[in-house]
């Protein structure tokens, strides 16, 4: 099974400030469609999980564009331009490439305002 | 959309069934995943289902604790357990996402959620 880490586990952010959240896995998502089976997901407090990028680097409809998802093979980044006070919540990264499968989510980031 | 069935409390050894119904969508060309969030904790995969032909797969450590089906002519997934424990207390999310082969990504909609409380 893939196992998927991220760090930090808790990220107080300041509004205004860029942010970022890493996530690795223990093997490579570099699908041979070259794809990176790689997605991120934002649970707001007591709200259902939202998508905000798939496949690596694609933003799903309607996210910000101050959102970007970077990273290739094993290394992934969430960046957040300029953190506004409504991108309060959780952050999961989920490996894409075996579904579905154990541990496919990552522990999860907790960001919230300094 | 993604509409599911409303909270729910049973006893240990009951029965449950929970759904999950679409709008808006082509139902039958959409993968359907289910996914547990324990209280206070992340988020697990139980298992997807292509209601097109009801193939199904779980994850591991949910294989012969649930069941996934679906009713195609209604555009609505569903899980049930037969024998309900107090370690299936959670809230189960239903979304939609997009499978090749054993790779599913991009799930763009998701319900509600359904909370499940089993206790005596």
């Not at chain 1, 694609?58 to 980044?77: C, K, M, Q």
């Not at chain 2, 359907?32 to 779980?58: A, C, F, H, N």
Request: net charge neutral; with cysteine; proline share 6%.
């Amino acid at each position: 099974d893939i196992v998927m880490t991220q760090s930090p586990l808790s990220l107080p952010v300041t509004p205004g400030e860029p942010a970022s959240i890493s996530c690795t896995s223990s093997q490579s998502l570099l699908h041979s469609d070259g794809f990176n089976y790689l997605d991120w997901y934002m649970q707001k407090p007591g709200q259902s999980p939202q998508l905000l990028i798939y496949l690596g680097s694609n933003r799903a409809s309607g996210v910000p564009d101050r959102f970007s998802g970077s990273g290739s093979g094993t290394h992934f980044t969430l960046s957040i331009s300029r953190v506004e006070a409504e991108d309060v919540g959780v952050y999961y990264c989920m490996q894409a490439l075996q579904t579905p499968s154990p541990n496919a989510f990552g522990p999860g980031t907790k960001v919230d305002i300094k | 959309q993604l509409v599911q069935s409303g909270a729910e409390v049973k006893k240990p050894g009951e029965s449950l069934k929970i759904s999950c119904k679409g709008s808006g969508h082509n139902f039958v060309t959409y993968w359907i995943g289910w996914v547990r969030q324990m209280p206070g904790k992340g988020l697990e995969w139980v298992g997807i289902i292509y209601p097109g032909d009801s193939d199904t797969r779980y994850s591991p450590s949910f294989q012969g604790q649930v069941t996934i089906s679906a009713d195609k002519s209604i555009n609505t997934a569903y899980m049930q357990w037969s024998s309900l424990k107090a370690s299936d207390t959670a809230m189960y999310y239903c979304a939609v996402g997009y499978c090749s082969s054993t790779s599913c990504s991009k799930f763009d909609y998701w319900g509600q959620g359904t909370l499940v409380t089993v206790s005596s």
